[in-house]
């Protein structure tokens, strides 16, 4: 019998590939990772198929070189979710393979935990009364009192002691009472299960009792304002589910990980918690996903990736800011970690709760087709009351860089009653291009279709979409005049215009520019979650996922620029920041203020926005989604292609159309360019499919895209496709 597997391996292959298995070596099962040859390389591929005959002759079959795990890596479960969305996405198997694994395992190294050694007690350790040691050996009877209730003390344990109880610890081993052992260390984080003090109200009892671990499938949209306590739900269902021995995973955008959020899991959750982040080094990424799978972890809070993360025994999926864009991989592999965490909950027969303050729109189309239940919680949680949202009208108003007279007197207001404000313009940097105040020249980045942002602190010029500086220029390079002067706003600019207005109270900006070192961006919100600092500004790094109570000014410096954005999903963002942001006012017992500086008043969606709130809005925003025949009312898919020539990513698409299945079906859109058309030095340009249902979409992609690396045209570009965009 010759012994043929197949083999998903990295590169851009469809499907796996076919390898021989030689007799000096095991025949690895589903889901282990070999190492096999391609090419004149040696890869990691994981088999995904059990020995079966091959199409190929086994004579023109190269054997793998080595079986690298004795058991199955993936469990079943896991392997045909990768599988699965490696088909939806259309992406090669292998790579998406490769998305779902830690650096460590992808690279062939054990799947095994780091090792602590700790102090662990011994039998006769256990029988010995601490008593007995109290009165010559104090710090050993504590030491051995410890040992007994936790049986083993590790490193980390040792803090909790007085002094260095090692020499102690020595001591009761030479005494046989306790002994060194090495054990495996996930790095888990150990919840303390403290009871909550604070009874859950209806709507939130309402909310959690639909969340039922262990009795099969559900969908559960928790539809509450920041505040309104939809963390409280989850805290239940979790505890919940871990009475009954079952794992959750809990889903975060990235920004929403804080050490805040993991504090407060610890603090009430009887288990141990495993985090899953892109900080991570690669060891103790590789030690919590370990941890996800053997089930010493029983819960796992991780950001997008986690997604694929195998379960030992999972009883509970949650997702909190279903609606945020990150949760979709915007490049190579582009999935979307909320709907495959919906589909494996599916499959899984467990239930799925979607937490957010403003809920994607794809969502509540689901709750209007009846796949999901949307709970609403209407009140804030504790005493908060919501804010009181107003429009500055900035038209013929004097501005001083972006500030209106009204908009200081109201920050004047707040800082003199106690009060704390927070200031939110979504655009970093000085201003987003320089001008010359003589001849009209706009400082562009000569690699995209895009304005260089100007940078006072460093002085320098920077195109946020290819990442190039360059320094400041003099003079105008188009007519000489020394007279440049920046043009627009950004966040440093309103720092300087807060400087002069507010010189007694120093406000503090938070953004990426801000924030580059490790920890600072941590350090600062928590100081401005104490209160000390009073006046703050940022960027969309403030408007997510924190607590900050004593805020009671809420300031959106521009609504401008988001309504009349480029993207079908403008609208929907700017109606989610607007909310997200209002969102940090007035969370305590003090109630809050929101200002939105436009110069656009009348625009329909602020006034629904102010008098309806999100679900007006959103009720809206669908029906004319519906009306224009776009997502979430139609499914969607983009072909992308880019070239440094303009024609090339054309003639590809042209070609690639020409060669496409026929399907009525499907609506074909291009070729046209993308939004930005030049990035980075390169042309873009895009195909749009769409179709009322993703069925005839997916089975023309299935048909056509293996076709389009044969093209001759394919040769002069770099293409993909982009099933569900977030972004078009
Ligand atoms: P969200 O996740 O919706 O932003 P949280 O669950 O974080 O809301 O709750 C916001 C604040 O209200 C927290 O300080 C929380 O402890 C408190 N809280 C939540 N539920 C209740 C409740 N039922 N009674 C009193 N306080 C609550
Ligand atoms: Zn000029
Ligand atoms: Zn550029």
């Not at 054997?63 to 079943?76: K, M, R």
């Not at 998305?99 to 780091?114: H, K, W």
């Not at 105040?437 to 195109?463: P, S």
């Not at 007279?483 to 720092?495: C, F, K, M, S």
Request: charge should be positive; glycine fraction near 8%.
């Amino acid at each position: 019998m010759t012994r043929t597997i197949r083999v998903a391996v990295p590169g851009p292959f469809t499907e796996p590939l076919d390898y021989l298995v030689p007799s000096r070596l095991p025949l690895p099962r589903r889901g282990v990772r070999v190492r096999v040859p391609l090419g004149r390389r040696e890869l990691v591929g994981m088999v995904t198929a059990a020995p079966s005959g091959s199409n190929l002759a086994a004579d023109r079959l190269r054997p793998i070189t080595a079986v690298l795990d004795d058991e199955p890596l993936l469990d079943e479960e896991t392997s045909s979710l990768i599988e699965w969305a490696a088909h939806y996405y259309h992406h090669p198997v292998g790579d998406a393979y490769l998305t779902a694994l830690p650096a460590r395992l992808r690279q062939g190294q054990a799947a095994a935990p780091a090792i602590a050694t700790v102090w662990t007690i011994t039998a006769e350790g256990r029988e010995t009364a601490p008593e007995s040691l109290a009165r010559q050996a104090p710090r050993q009877a504590v030491l051995l009192e410890a040992l007994q209730a936790e049986e083993h003390l590790s490193p980390a344990r040792l803090a909790g002691f007085d002094g260095d109880p090692r020499g102690a610890l020595q001591r009761l081993v030479e005494r046989g009472l306790a002994s060194l052992t090495p054990v495996p260390d996930y790095g888990l984080i150990i919840g303390r299960g403290e009871e909550s003090n604070l009874a859950l109200n209806d709507e939130q009892i309402a909310a959690a009792r639909a969340i039922q671990p262990g009795e099969g499938h559900e969908v559960v949209l928790v539809d509450g304002v920041t505040g309104s306590g939809k963390t409280e739900i989850y805290l239940d269902a979790i505890a919940r589910s871990l009475a009954q021995g079952l794992q959750t995973l809990v889903i975060v955008p990235e920004i929403g990980l804080t050490p805040q959020l993991v504090r407060r899991f610890q603090r009430r959750l009887p288990g141990r918690i495993a985090v899953l982040h892109s900080g991570l080094g690669d060891g103790e990424r590789l030690n919590a996903w370990l941890a996800a799978r053997t089930g010493e972890a029983d819960v796992v809070i991780g950001t997008r990736s986690a997604a694929f993360v195998p379960l030992r025994r999972p009883g509970l999926i949650v997702i909190d800011e279903e609606h945020d864009a990150s949760l979709k991989q915007q490049e190579g592999f582009r999935y979307s970690a909320r709907d495959l965490a919906v589909l494996r909950a599916h499959r899984l027969d467990i239930p799925v709760v979607l937490g957010s303050a403003t809920p994607s729109l794809e969502s509540l189309e689901n709750v209007r087709r009846g796949r999901y239940t949307r709970y609403r919680l209407c009140q804030r949680a504790g005493d908060a009351r919501p804010p009181v949202i107003q429009l500055l009208d900035m038209r013929g108003q004097p501005t001083r860089d972006g500030l209106s007279q009204p908009l200081i007197d109201q920050i004047h207001r707040h800082l003199e009653g106690g009060g704390q404000a927070l200031l939110f313009l979504n655009r970093r940097g000085f201003s987003p291009t320089l001008i010359c105040h003589e001849c009209g020249w706009l400082a562009e980045c000569d690699r995209c279709d895009a304005r260089y942002t100007y940078h006072r602190g460093r002085g320098r010029l920077h195109c946020h979409h290819c990442d190039r500086e360059r320094s400041l220029p003099h003079h105008c390079p188009s007519c000489g005049s020394v007279d440049l002067r920046p043009l627009g706003l950004g966040t440093e600019r309103i720092e300087t215009a807060l400087q002069a207005a507010f010189p007694e109270t120093p406000p503090v900006r938070i953004d990426r520019d801000s924030t580059r070192r490790r920890g600072s961006f941590e350090r600062q919100m928590e100081a401005a979650r104490r209160g000390d600092t009073r006046l703050l500004l940022g960027t969309q790094m403030l408007a997510k996922g924190h607590h900050l109570p004593a805020v009671t000014l809420v300031a959106i410096i521009d609504a401008d620029q988001g309504l009349f954005g480029a993207d079908f999903r403008a609208p929907e963002r700017l109606a989610q920041l607007v909310v997200q942001v209002a969102g940090r006012a007035g969370r305590a017992e003090r109630s809050g203020e929101v200002a939105i500086q436009t110069h656009h008043p009348e625009h329909p969606l602020l006034q629904m926005l102010i008098h309806g709130g999100y679900p007006a809005f959103a009720e809206a925003a669908l029906a004319e989604r519906e009306a224009a025949g776009l997502p979430p009312a139609r499914a969607m898919a983009l072909l992308r292609a880019e070239a440094p020539s303009r024609e090339a990513p054309q003639a590809f698409l042209k070609a690639a159309l020409a060669g496409a299945p026929r399907d009525p079906r499907v609506e074909r859109l291009g070729p046209y360019p993308a939004p930005m058309e030049r990035r980075a030095g390169r042309y873009r340009a895009q195909v749009m499919l769409q179709s009322d249902l993703r069925a005839p979409l997916q089975h023309l992609l299935t048909q056509w895209l293996p076709r389009l690396g044969r093209l001759p045209e394919a040769r002069r570009v770099r293409w993909s496709i982009d099933v569900d965009p977030a972004e078009t």
